[in-house]
C-alpha cells in the first residue's frame, strides 16, 4: 500500500482531532469496514480527558459494544478513570475485571469518572448524569436511531458519532408511514440524520485495514457508493493455503473458491427452497470441516504464517433457525467457531469467513433480504478470506424486481431500492471477476 494512502489517512485523524480540540462543531466521522472506528474513540477519549480536561460520554447501541469500548479505552489509558454505566444489579462484566481504573456503576448519583460509557438506552433511562459532559461520543452511531439520540442529545455540549454507513439500519418496530418523506425521522440513523440538518462536520476515514484491496472493489461499490476508500493490503498479499491436498468434490469447490480471491461465491444449482436450505448447511459444514481436517494456514501480514484455528473462523447467517442449523451441522468437533447472524456479527472480525447468501433459494425479493446492510456485513467481515454460498439464480430475482413497497410523496430514501441496486451491483462484479463457483 503506498505511502500516500497511509499519510493521507493519517491526515483524517489529525483533521478530526483538530476540530476536537479547536472548535465548537459536532462531528461526524463516516468509516469503512475495519478502519479503525474504535481506536479513534479511544485517542479523541484521550484527547479530550488528558489534553483539554473535559468530562466524556460514550454511548453505544448494544451492552457487549460498551463493555468492548470500556476495556479497549482503560488498556490504552490505564490513567483515565472510567464508569461502565449498567442496569440496576447488572453485575461486573468479565471483560472488566482486574481493570482498576474501572468502576461499574448503576446509579447516576455514583458516577465519578473521566469517561463514563454505556448504551444509548441505559442514558435514555436518566434524567440527568452527575453534572453535564463537555463531549459525547456516539459508538457505531450508524446503529443508533435518531430518536435515541435525541434523547441523550442534550446531556453533553458537544456530540461525535462515529459509524459505518453501509451496514444494518436501526431496527424500529412502530410504523414508519408518517416518518417516510422525513430525513428527520426517528427512525432515521443518527449520523444521516445529523448530516441531513446540517447539524455536524463530516469526516470520512480513507482506508481499511481489514479488507483486503480485491474485497474493497466488490464491497465499495456495492454497498459504500458515497464513500471513497482503499484496502490497506493489495489483493493477494494475505491468503489461506492448504498443507494437506484435498479429495472430495467439496475440496475442489473450497479450493477454486480460495482460488479466485478474497471474496467469492460457491454457487449450487437454482432450487425455489425453505429458509433453512438443508443442502447449503450441509455444504458449509463440510467446508469448515475440510479447511479444519486438511490443516490450512493463513499467511497474514499482522501474524505471518500460522495453522488455521477455530477461532479464526465465522459463519454468517440471517435468521436464528439458520444459525441454530449451521451449529448443529458443524458440530461439538470445532468448537471455537463463531457462527451468528448477520445484526450480531456487527462489528466482529475473522480471519476467514463462510456465509450464506440472503437472497439464496427465493423465489422473489422481500423486505427483509433485500435490505443490503445484511449482506455488507457477512462480506466485511474477513481479514483473509470471505466465501459466500448460496444458489443460482440470484441475478434472475434481482433482473424480475418489482418494487410493491409503501411509497409517500416526498420520500427521500428508498430503501429497498437501495438494497436491490446493492445486491444486483455485488452479483455483476463477482460474476465479472470470474469469483462464482458453481458446482
Known sequence: MSASLLNRADDVTNE????????DDDIV???????????????????????LEMR???????????????????????????????????????????????????????????????????FAEVEELDGPRDLALFEEAYQTNFAGFLRVH????RRMAIGD?????????ASLRHFASDP???????????????????FDLPLTRRLPQDTVEIVRPAFYPTLSFSG????????????????????????????????????????????????????VADLVDRMMVRQFHVFDDDDGERAITPDDIGVVAYHRDQVAALRAAIGPQHRGIHVETANRFQGLEKKVIFSLHSLSGKRRLDGFSTLGGRMCVAASRHRVNCIIVGRDGVQDILDRFSPDDARYLGQVDDPYYDGWRAHSVFARALEERNAIIRR
Open 154 to 157: 442534550d446531556m453533553a455540549g
Open 56 to 122: 466524556v460520554m460514550v454511548a453505544c447501541p448494544s451492552n457487549d459494544q460498551a463493555t468492548e469500548v470500556t476495556a479497549r479505552i482503560a488498556k490504552a489509558y490505564p490513567q483515565i478513570r472510567i464508569d461502565r454505566f449498567v442496569k440496576r444489579g447488572g453485575g461486573i462484566p468479565s471483560k472488566l475485571r482486574g481493570l482498576p481504573n474501572v468502576t461499574v456503576v448503576d446509579k447516576a448519583e455514583d458516577l465519578h469518572g473521566n469517561i463514563t460509557v454505556g448504551t444509548v438506552k441505559k
Open 165 to 173: 454507513p453501509g451496514q444494518i439500519d436501526p431496527f424500529t418496530k
Open 184 to 202: 428527520l425521522g426517528p427512525h432515521v440513523a443518527a449520523p444521516k440524520a445529523m448530516l441531513a440538518a446540517n447539524l455536524a462536520r463530516p
Open 29 to 51: 466521522v463516516r468509516s469503512p469496514p475495519g478502519a479503525g472506528k474504535t481506536r479513534l474513540l479511544e485517542d479523541v477519549s484521550a484527547l479530550a480527558v488528558l489534553i
Open 16 to 23: 478530526v482531532m483538530n476540530a476536537v480540540a479547536h472548535t
Open 232 to 283: 490497506v493490503a493489495p489483493a493477494g498479499q494475505r491468503r489461506v493455503d492448504h498443507c494437506a491436498a484435498g479429495s472430495t468434490p467439496n475440496d475442489q469447490l473450497l479450493d477454486r473458491a480460495l482460488g479466485a480471491g478474497s471474496l467469492s461465491m460457491i454457487s449450487l444449482p437454482r432450487e425455489d427452497g425453505p429458509r433453512v436450505d438443508s443442502e447449503i448447511v450441509g455444504l
